[in-house]
């Protein structure tokens, strides 16, 4: 066991200059739907399974070598690898075998990724960002044999039949045919009545009271079927009136925006005022357990389980949405947008309506993926100069633990509260180190890393208190969270960015391996 692990640390550095795996191919995720309001009803807890120490150590070994096999790019970047590298296009129809014509027979899909909207001279300005696609016809049998090609150590055979259907379920979204080159128009009409009872879609928002108008957007779906772009809406009455201008209110209106030619493509998207606050959240680890730093649990979290809140959070947002006037909720995963449907199916169920933000497809290889985060926060900051954020996420994301410090310098006064959760405080199971060098020069009352969603309650955050006293912070400006209690003086030494974490880690379990203490 300690040779295999010393040649290991051999061969750390011809692993990681590596490719990454073969991809499995994926293309966009199926439908969307009006989105539903949050549910207010209580939720039992969820707590976090603490593992037993031993069993966490005896599994470093094995643990290494699947991240180092099949995951490498995942456990630097906090990005799940099995979410990275999906089939497009063509690869999607070889891997089937399916022909042209058999593919021009099946319908055109939209996901359609509920935008927001903000004011300028011309009037309000929505984004309109999402993916065509078709999705083929694939038997069962197929299906299962590419959904074990996503699976490790088990086989959907092995599976309970929930889970095999979400296994199949996933799958199809991952194999379906993006569609470039085409047109897409939208008809936009104010969302449904929904009395504004301040308890869903980022508090108050209101159904707007503008009439409809049809947009088609500018220029055809990009070779990956993608489209992203800003619209002017224009001023048309209808029953209600008119919308009212960004500049002179703080209410949020909703507007329902249908994908024409079919029905998949429903999405509400948000015209949020100039002035007010923005929540933008990560889903993974922090509204749902996801474990991504295990990998075999959250592959099977990610790919056939059905997705589980992370304790109390649903309480936390439920409060803010309830509290705070005119809160605008954004949820901005880096999970593909393949995918995006099942996390959109759990938010609306879970959690406040919002805006949505996922991978684009044109970010694919490992350094795409890791400047995805800051490519998306800066457009919603770019979008609202005026407007205060909240940002939200857990620990074990690199991208995470650099964008979100480095928005408070570049968007001086933006940045209301920044909240990690420590998911090394919590889960043994997490080994990967997080660094917290980018809060050096944050005053510490304007972030807080916490330990359970608690720690949140009976902040005024609408008013800027975003630090509980009470919970110990721990921070000590770099790498931290290394196993063995070694903090990385110690431990190793500094390894170019990027690739740290796994570097580090990998060092660490070796040497403790070296050393006898495994
Ligand atoms: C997968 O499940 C989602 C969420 O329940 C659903 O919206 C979607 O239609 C399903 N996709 C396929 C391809 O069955
Ligand atoms: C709001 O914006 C419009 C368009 O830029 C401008 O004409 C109007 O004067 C502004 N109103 C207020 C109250 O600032
Ligand atoms: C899909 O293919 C199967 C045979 O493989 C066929 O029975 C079924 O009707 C097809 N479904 C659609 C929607 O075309
Ligand atoms: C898309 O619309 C443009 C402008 O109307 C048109 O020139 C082009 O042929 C259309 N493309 C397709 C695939 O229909
Ligand atoms: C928008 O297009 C639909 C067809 O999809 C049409 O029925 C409707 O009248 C159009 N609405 C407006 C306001 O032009
Ligand atoms: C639309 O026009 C009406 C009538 O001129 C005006 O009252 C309203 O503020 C305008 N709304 C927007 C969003 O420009
Ligand atoms: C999308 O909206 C249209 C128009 O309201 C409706 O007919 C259709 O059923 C909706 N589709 C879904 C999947 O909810
Ligand atoms: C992806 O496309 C968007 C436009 O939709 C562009 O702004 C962005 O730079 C592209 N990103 C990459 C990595 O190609
Ligand atoms: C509106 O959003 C767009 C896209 O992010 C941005 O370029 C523009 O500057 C914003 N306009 C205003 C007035 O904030
Ligand atoms: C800080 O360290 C203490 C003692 O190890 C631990 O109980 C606490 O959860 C840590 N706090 C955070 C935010 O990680
Ligand atoms: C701080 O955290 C503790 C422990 O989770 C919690 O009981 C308390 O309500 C939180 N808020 C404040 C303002 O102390
Ligand atoms: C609910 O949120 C408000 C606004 O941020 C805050 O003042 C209040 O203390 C919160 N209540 C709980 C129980 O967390």
Known sequence: ??????????????????????????????????TARASLTDRTPT??????????????????????????????????????????????????????????????????????????????????????????????????????????????????????TQARNLTAEIYVVQQGGVNVTMNIEPASSQVSDGTSSGSGAITSPGGAQNITLVGE????????????????????????????????????????????????????PEAGLTIVSDIDDILRITRI????????????KAYVPWMNMPDIY???????????????????????????????????????????????DVSETLSVRKFLLEKIFQSYPKRKFILIADTSNSDVMRDYPAMATEFPGQVQCIFLRNTSATDSGDKFPYDTSGFQNLSQSMYMFFVVPDDLTNLDILNGQCYNATIKQNVTFSEQGLPFGLSKKSAAPRVNAGWNGLVVVGLVMVLGSCLGLL
């Not at 692990?5 to 692993?15: D, F, G, M, R, S």
């Not at 009136?241 to 909703?254: A, E, V």
């Open 1 to 34: 066991m300690k040779s295999i692990q010393c040649l290991v640390l051999a061969l750390l550095p011809a692993a990681l200059a590596a490719p990454a795996p073969a991809p499995v191919q994926a293309v966009a995720a199926p439908h969307p739907m009006i």
């Open 47 to 164: 707590r976090v399974q603490e593992r037993d120490i031993i069993s966490s150590i005896a599994g470093l070994g094995s643990y290494l070598s699947s991240v180092l096999g099949t995951y490498p790019s995942y456990v630097a970047s906090g990005v799940p690898n099995f979410f990275q590298d999906f089939p497009t296009g063509t690869a999607v129809e070889s891997s089937l075998g399916i022909s042209d014509s058999d593919l021009a027979a099946t319908p055109t899909q939209v996901l359609n990724i509920p935008g927001y909207a903000n004011w300028t001279e011309q009037g309000w300005n929505l984004r309109f960002h999402g993916n065509v696609f078709k999705q083929p016809n694939i038997s069962e049998s197929k299906l299962d044999d590419l959904a074990n090609g996503f699976l490790i150590g088990t086989s959907i055979q092995q599976l309970p039949p929930a889970e095999q």
């Open 221 to 272: 779906t990009t070779p990956e079927g993608d489209f992203d772009q800003f619209l002017p809406l224009k001023n048309v009455s209808g029953a209600g009136g008119y919308l009212l201008p960004g500049n002179d209110t703080t209410t949020i209106q909703r507007v329902n925006v249908y994908a024409q030619g079919t029905d998949t493509g429903n999405a509400t998207s948000y015209l949020v």
């Open 293 to 304: 730093y295990q990998p075999a649990d959250g592959l099977l979290n990610s790919f056939a």
């Open 318 to 364: 439920a409060n803010w949405s309830k509290s705070i006037p005119d809160f605008h909720f954004h949820y901005l995963t880096t999970t593909p947008e393949q995918v995006t449907r099942n996390y959109m199916d759990f938010i609306y169920k879970t959690y406040p309506g919002g805006s949505f933000d996922t991978r684009p497809l044109n970010f694919s």
